[in-house]
């Protein structure tokens, strides 16, 4: 049963940076594509980026050239780089193994105006 764990949200100006990480237990996360998802309050949970076993990206509109997904597979980690963050960017950020639909348990993500 592959566990993911989130951390490296914070509290941060607009302008700022912080760096998310999602470290994954078990064997599947080298071969599964893996995501970045956030859901705002009241909001429902949205497609951020994802990342192919292989690396290949993907991003929502609102977040190109602002963040960048990557991944460690020697590490079993997952990252997301979030620069020139925006008070719009606040949320609970969530990562995801697509293979087994396994879901972290989020970490929060706030900035300020």
């Known amino acids: 049963q592959v566990q993911l764990v989130e951390s490296g949200g914070g509290l941060v100006q607009a302008g700022g940076s912080l760096r998310l990480s999602c470290v994954a237990s078990g064997s599947i996360f080298s071969v599964s594509a893996m995501g970045w998802y956030r859901q705002a309050p009241g909001q429902l949970r949205d497609l951020v980026a994802l990342?192919?076993?292989?690396?290949?990206?993907s991003y929502v509109d609102s977040v190109k050239g602002r963040f960048t997904i990557s991944r460690d597979n020697a590490k079993n980690t997952l990252y997301l780089q979030m620069n020139s963050l925006k008070p719009e960017d606040t949320a609970v950020y969530y990562c995801?193994?697509?293979?087994?639909?396994?879901w972290g348990q989020g970490t929060q993500v706030i900035v300020s105006s």
């Open positions: 990342i192919s076993a292989v690396g290949t990206t």
């Open positions: 995801r193994a697509l293979r087994g639909d396994v």
